[in-house]
Nanobody, 119 residues
């Protein structure tokens, strides 16, 4: 099992910044993909940013140039730096990890952290 614990959400004004962190613990061997998803009320969960074990990053078009995902392998932590926040970024942000063991994939989710951007 893998435990993911998020931190860093909160309330910020439009144009402001927040940094989310996700700490992974437990059976972290085999994790090859981590990312941040978000879900706003009445909307589907969407992938915001991701990073592979090799450091390849990917971003949703709506956050490119504003958000940056990074990882600290030594501390098993993935962070999401969010700049120039907009009210549309308001959502619950969930950390996600994919672990592959003997060819079988396993998905893990954090409990989520609320990000609210006021106009």
């Amino acid at each position: 099992q893998v435990q993911l614990v998020e931190s860093g959400g909160g309330l910020v004004q439009a144009g402001g910044s927040l940094r989310l962190s996700c700490a992974a613990s437990g059976s972290i061997f085999g994790i090859n993909f981590m990312g941040w998803y978000r879900q706003a009320p009445g909307k589907q969960r969407e992938l915001v940013a991701s990073i592979t074990r090799d450091g390849i990053t990917n971003y949703a078009e709506s956050v490119k140039g504003r958000f940056t995902i990074s990882r600290d392998s030594a501390n098993n932590t993935v962070s999401l730096r969010m700049n120039s926040l907009k009210p549309d970024d308001t959502a619950v942000y969930h950390c996600y990890a994919k672990r592959v063991v003997h060819g079988s994939p396993y998905d893990y989710w954090g409990q989520g952290t609320q990000v609210t951007v006021s106009s």
